[in-house]
């Protein structure tokens, strides 16, 4: 990453716009390079903005926002933990058990109890 790149005032604006678009695409299991070719971004102003804007990488802010998403759900849904996990672009049940238990420090089952 170049790290003496300055992010422009439209960098910043698509940058910021990230969780609406990760938002608008529950169901595809976003990494950096296709998050970077949906916001239109190289992937170094993609990384670099992320880490300005949001102070997180890009993993950890797609992680992030899905999770919140999950969170809500199981909350005010009726679906089952898998509906829920698959419907928001968590295609491995292991992978979705762990960075579920990471963030809200308990298993996503007992999460709404």
């Known amino acids: 990453m170049k790290n003496n790149k300055l992010l422009n005032d ?21 990494d950096a390079a296709m998050l970077a070719r949906e916001a239109k971004l190289d992937i170094d102003t993609l990384h670099l903005g992320t880490a300005v804007v949001f102070k997180c990488g890009v993993k950890d802010l797609i992680n992030d926002i899905k999770l919140k998403k ?19 672009g968590f295609k491995n049940r292991s992978q979705f058990y762990k960075v579920f238990s990471e963030k809200f420090q308990c298993d996503p089952n007992n999460y709404s109890l």
């Open 70 to 88: 999950v969170s809500q759900l199981l909350l005010s849904s009726k679906k089952t933990l898998a509906e829920i996990a698959f419907e928001n």
């Open 10 to 30: 439209n960098d910043i604006e698509t940058i910021k716009s990230l969780p609406e678009i990760i938002l608008n695409q529950p169901k595809k299991p976003l």
